[in-house]
């Protein structure tokens, strides 16, 4: 009844490749006090901070990763309509909307344009999820229901 396609194997592949290089990312973070003057003209002051927020922000990254694993690995064994997947979408939203807070605290700190987009699009990334969480909750039920009459 479930077809899987090459689709979801290579988005699979590039999910598993994002969350090694996000984790590898992770712990260069502390070590990049040079490259971080040099390159983006941080002042020795801002340092912690800006490592703070990357840190901050990478983990919850690592996090959203990890958890589209778990509902990837659902949906290659054929059955992504489950509760799991709706606290997952769950969990991506909460981490969505963290890495957003702590943009918006770096605006207020650092202010920049870029710092802003990142704001708006995890505060949409929250809401898609929250949405997607919703849909998936409904369909849980519709196929529930529908287990139930057969």
């Known amino acids: 009844m479930y077809q899987k396609s090459i ?6 592949i590039c999910v ?5 290089v996000a984790i590898l990312c992770c712990i260069m973070i502390p070590f990049s006090s040079s490259w971080l003057f040099m390159y983006f003209g941080v002042v020795e002051a ?13 983990i919850s990254c690592v996090y959203i990763l990890w958890q589209l694993k778990v509902i990837f690995r659902t949906l290659m064994e054929g059955n992504p309509f489950i509760h799991a997947n709706v606290s997952c979408l769950r969990k991506i939203a909460v981490a969505c909307l963290v890495i957003s807070l702590i943009f918006l605290v770096k605006m207020i700190v650092m202010p920049t344009i870029s710092t802003i987009v990142i704001v708006a699009i995890f505060i949409v990334g929250c809401l898609l999820c929250l949405t997607l969480k919703d849909l998936f909750k409904q369909s849980i039920y519709y ?3 529908n287990d139930l009459t057969v």
């Open 7 to 12: 689709v979801h194997y290579m988005t699979k």
């Open 143 to 145: 196929k529930d229901e």
């Open 16 to 20: 598993d490749i994002l969350f090694y």
């Open 46 to 58: 801002s340092a912690l901070f800006v490592k703070a927020t990357l840190l901050a922000s990478g």
